[in-house]
Nanobody
Framework: QVQLVESGGGLVQAGGSLRLSCAAS????????MGWFRQAPGKEREFVAGINWSGGSTYYADAVKGRFTISRGKAKNTVYLQMNSLKPEDTAVYYC???????????????WGQGTQVTVSS
C-alpha cells in the first residue's frame, strides 16, 4: 500500500507561483513512477507531469511545459510540482498518483492522493 497526501494549494494571482508537495508513505513508493494530474470543474482529469523513480526522467503536458517543474526530494518519498507563470486556466484540483511505469493514462495509476485546490485569479 502507498498513501499519498498533497499540500501547497491555494489562491494566487495570474503570473504567480505555487509549489505543491506530495508526501508518500509505503515501502513501494521509492520504485514508483509518480504523476501529477488536475481536474477542473466539468472536465476530465488530465495528466500534468510525471517523474520516474530516480528523478532522471520527467514528462510534461504541453499546456504546462516550460512553466511547471516536477522533482523528487532526496529521500525519494516526496514529489514536488513547482508551478510558475500561473494562468487562470490552471485552476483545478491537483492530484498526485503512484504507478508502476511511465504513463499519462489515469487508469494505469494504482494510488491517488485526496487532491489540493489551486485557484488562479485573473
Amino acid at each position: 500500500q502507498v498513501q499519498l497526501v498533497e499540500s501547497g494549494g491555494g489562491l494566487v494571482q495570474a503570473g504567480g507561483s505555487l509549489r505543491l508537495s506530495c508526501a508518500a508513505s509505503g515501502r513501494t513508493f521509492s520504485s514508483s513512477f509518480m504523476g501529477w494530474f488536475r481536474q477542473a470543474p466539468g472536465k476530465e482529469r488530465e495528466f500534468v507531469a510525471g517523474i520516474n523513480w530516480s528523478g532522471g526522467s520527467t514528462y510534461y503536458a504541453d499546456a504546462v511545459k516550460g512553466r511547471f517543474t516536477i522533482s523528487r526530494g532526496k529521500a525519494k518519498n516526496t514529489v514536488y510540482l513547482q508551478m510558475n507563470s500561473l494562468k487562470p486556466e490552471d485552476t483545478a484540483v491537483y492530484y498526485c498518483a503512484a504507478g508502476r511505469f511511465a504513463t499519462r493514462d489515469t487508469r494505469d495509476y494504482d494510488y491517488w492522493g485526496q487532491g489540493t485546490q489551486v485557484t488562479v485569479s485573473s
